[in-house]
Nanobody, 126 residues
Framework: QVQLAESGGDLVQPGGSLTLSCATSGDTLDYYSVAWFRQAPGKEREAVSCIGYTDPTKYYLDSVKGRFTISKDAKKKMVYLQMNSLKRDDTALYYC???????????????????WGQGTQVTVSS
């Protein structure tokens, strides 16, 4: 069974940077895509970014393009989300999730993901 654990959430000022980490188990990164989702209070969960295991394309939510970068280190079994130029609207609980499907047309759909972490809180505030 795939296990995911997020870390790195914090309180950061607008314009600041933060890197989230997602620790994965076993051979997850060889057979699963991993995505970052977020959910703000009173809002629906939304997909932020996805990195696949055969597809080299990285996918991003339009509002984070140019500010966020997803990456992975297969040896360390880690997936990262580097977040720069943070805005108050980025405040949310961030989750990583894995899917047997590679990132593609339906990467934004939470229903496509089989395993989820517990989340890490990112708060952007002055």
């Amino acid at each position: 069974q795939v296990q995911l654990a997020e870390s790195g959430g914090d309180l950061v000022q607008p314009g600041g940077s933060l890197t989230l980490s997602c620790a994965t188990s076993g051979d997850t990164l060889d057979y699963y895509s991993v995505a970052w989702f977020r959910q703000a209070p009173g809002k629906e969960r939304e997909a932020v970014s996805c990195i696949g295991y055969t597809d080299p394309t990285k996918y991003y939510l339009d509002s984070v393009k140019g500010r966020f970068t997803i990456s992975k280190d297969a040896k360390k079994k880690m997936v990262y989300l580097q977040m720069n130029s943070l805005k108050r609207d980025d405040t949310a609980l961030y989750y990583c999730a894995s899917s047997v499907l590679d990132c593609g047309t339906y990467w934004r759909s939470a229903a496509e993901y089989d395993y989820w972490g517990q989340g890490t809180q990112v708060t952007v505030s002055s």
